[in-house]
């Protein structure tokens, strides 16, 4: 295709397309009836535009259809912290306000396995208050033998003892 | 290893979810004579390995469940307000442990304590510490520091060791104890 032929195919399309203008138009069509090999172009892509017009858009398959709109869900990249999106969050801020709620529901009384567990808790405290005891004693007998020992450490019971005694009495 | 971010995350959570009562409990202790603040040795030792803060509710609830079985051991219960221990791993390293059971010991002391047992040996500390308001015994605190473990025990209400010594063996638990 030479310059010629390029120019004439510009206006052509131009004209078509109706942006060619009115004196443009006019230069071309006068053109044409000299020129008969542009006339049969003119002609040629009225018929070639009609054709087009005619054709109508044919409807895809839906598997097709399918495929083509997982492309940019499969294309995306996916996100570093993914129980960041949005479901994911909200499944989260429920968890601390069910277990609000439910705390806030729950009567105070505790039930039979958590007194169950604060004996246990409370046996452990005691074991080591017993086994403080056991070594304080232990100290005191290798230090200064067992009837000090005895002495010492019974002589703390007994004053542990006596202010209980004495609060008793006072209550009384 | 997303995975296992989420998982930490999640388990993070509900751990500090759990961990709320414990905290309610040992707040509704601050306020009682006998507490004693043992500050936190997590950042050395990291947590503790036991943790036990049991308030005045749960120990009534402990005492009524008792009573009809074992009325001594009940009767001693009653007495008391609030149990804490705390128990870390000192693991060879009971440098820092001892720094505060120093620091605690001094708080004691000029906060009215009185000392009844004091053991200040190379590779072992012990300390029992009462505190009396009146002729009433508010709590009693006993510590115990070695190179395997940091004990503290903090007792708040009045507990007879006499008392103590009968109903341990009313307590039908297996306790393992680290300090020997």
Redesign the interface.
């Known amino acids: 295709m030479n310059e010629y032929d390029e120019k004439w195919e510009e206006q052509i399309n131009a004209l078509l397309d109706g942006e060619l203008s009115a004196s443009g138009a006019d230069l071309l069509k006068a053109e044409a009836t000299d020129d008969r090999d542009l006339a049969k172009a003119i002609i040629e892509a009225y018929q070639l535009q009609k054709a087009m017009d005619e054709i109508r858009v044919e409807r895809a398959p839906d598997s097709l259809r399918k495929r083509l709109r997982a492309i940019p869900r499969q294309q995306r990249p996916t996100p ?4 960041l999106q949005p479901r994911w969050v909200t499944a ?1 801020a429920v ?2 306000l069910v ?1 609000v709620s439910v ?1 806030l529901m729950k009567p ?3 039930s ?1 396995d ?2 169950t567990k ?16 056991v ?2 004693g232990r ?1 005191i007998e290798s230090k200064v033998g067992q009837t000090m020992a005895d002495a010492v450490t019974g002589s ?2 007994k ?3 006596s ?2 005694l ?2 008793k009495e ?1 209550k009384v | 290893m ?1 995975r296992t ?2 998982k930490k ?2 388990t993070g ?2 751990c500090t ?1 759990l961990a ?1 009562p414990a905290i309610a409990q040992e707040d509704e202790l601050k306020d009682l004579a006998g507490y004693v603040d043992f500050g936190d040795l997590s950042a050395t030792y990291g947590e503790p390995k ?1 943790t ?1 803060n ?1 308030g005045g ?3 009534n ?2 005492g009524m ?2 009573e009809s079985e074992e009325p001594e051991t009940a009767e001693l ?1 009653s007495k008391l307000k609030g ?3 705390q ?1 870390y791993s000192t693991e060879d390293n009971a440098d820092i442990a001892w720094n505060q059971f120093d620091e605690v010991k001094g708080n004691l002391k000029s906060t009215g304590w009185e000392p ?2 004091q ?1 200040n ?1 190379k590779d ?1 500390k ?1 300390l ?1 510490y ?1 505190k ?1 308001e009146g ?3 508010e709590g ?1 605190t ?1 510590m ?1 520091v070695d190179e395997e473990e940091a ?1 503290f ?1 903090n ?1 708040i209400g ?5 008392e ?2 009968r ?2 063996e009313s ?1 039908d ?1 297996d ?1 393992e ?1 680290g ?2």
């Open positions: 570093m912290f993914r129980f989260l968890i601390p277990l705390n105070d009384t505790p039979a958590e007194v604060a004996r246990q808790e409370m046996a452990i405290a005691f074991a080591y208050l017993d086994r403080a005891g070594i304080t100290e703390v019971n004053a542990i003892q202010q209980n004495l609060s006072k | 997303k971010v989420m995350f999640i959570l509900f979810l709320l036991i036990i049991l509710t749960m120990l609830f402990v469940m008792t219960i149990i804490r221990v128990i009844i047992v053991i040996e072992e012990v029992v009462m009396m002729d009433n015994m009693m006993v115990v004990v025990v007792i009045q507990l007879n060791p006499t103590l010594g109903v341990m307590f638990v306790v104890l300090m020997d």
